[in-house]
Each structure stands twice: as structure tokens, then as C-alpha cells.
């Protein structure tokens, strides 16, 4: 059965570091387009960070770093400099097929069909 788990997720302090990972199960993770995203309470799913199906190293936008392990079928988010507004539920997904998204990731949670079930993220000193 194909799975997403996302994993290091806890209670950090303002201006840390945290390394997230997604790992799947059941099918190849190098394969698909992954996108990060999170949900604060009372708030709509934003998208953070994404890899496209295409790129098998990493991609760093701001605060935000994407990269693969191809070894270990994870794909993990790095987020620099956590303030408390990057509090919230992080979420890994996948879109339905392999080679989706292989150019060109996009952040729209409707475009994504595989869902983890997150990891909670709290930033507060």
C-alpha cells in the first residue's frame, strides 16, 4: 500500500533549524513530484516548498530547502531561521502520477492526490 510519513516535527525555538522528512512506502518516491505544505489553526493548506518529478537534488528558496534521498525514499524540507508564524501541521504530497509535475512544481494543494498524515510544527521560545 503506498504511503506518505512525515516525521521531525516538535517544539523549537525562534531562529532554529528543523529537518522534516517524508518518507513513502510502497511505491518510488524519485519518481513523483513532492510539495510540502502546512496548516496553521483557523487557516486555509499553504503551500511551501516543492521538487518536481524531474529533479533529483535539491532546491533552496528562501528560508526553505527541498532535497531527495533517493537511498532512503525521503524527501526532506529544511526551514532556516523558524519564526513563530512557520507554527503549523506539515503535510507532504504527491500528484497522481509518476512524471507529473516534471518541469514545473506549483503549490496548489487541489493539484496533489497522496497525502501524508503531518507533522506538527511549533516554534515558541
Known amino acids: 500500500q503506498a504511503q506518505l510519513v512525515e516525521s521531525g516535527g516538535g517544539l523549537v525555538q525562534p531562529g532554529e533549524s528543523l529537518r522534516l522528512s517524508c518518507a513513502a512506502s510502497?511505491?518510488?518516491?524519485?519518481?513523483?513530484?513532492v510539495g510540502w505544505f502546512r496548516q496553521a489553526p483557523g487557516k486555509e493548506r499553504e503551500g511551501v516548498s516543492c521538487i518536481t518529478s524531474g529533479d533529483g537534488g535539491s532546491s533552496k528558496a528562501g528560508r526553505f530547502t527541498i532535497s531527495r534521498d533517493n537511498a532512503r525514499n525521503t524527501v526532506y524540507l529544511e526551514i532556516d531561521s523558524l519564526k513563530p508564524e512557520d507554527t503549523g501541521t506539515y503535510y507532504c504530497?504527491?500528484?497522481?502520477?509518476?512524471?507529473?509535475?516534471?518541469?514545473?512544481?506549483?503549490?496548489?494543494?487541489?493539484?496533489?492526490?497522496?497525502w501524508g498524515q503531518g507533522t506538527q510544527v511549533t516554534v515558541a521560545s
Open positions: 504530497a504527491t500528484p497522481a502520477g509518476a512524471g507529473d509535475m516534471f518541469r514545473l512544481c506549483v503549490l496548489e494543494p487541489e493539484e496533489y492526490t497522496y
Open positions: 510502497g511505491f518510488t518516491l524519485d519518481a513523483y513530484a
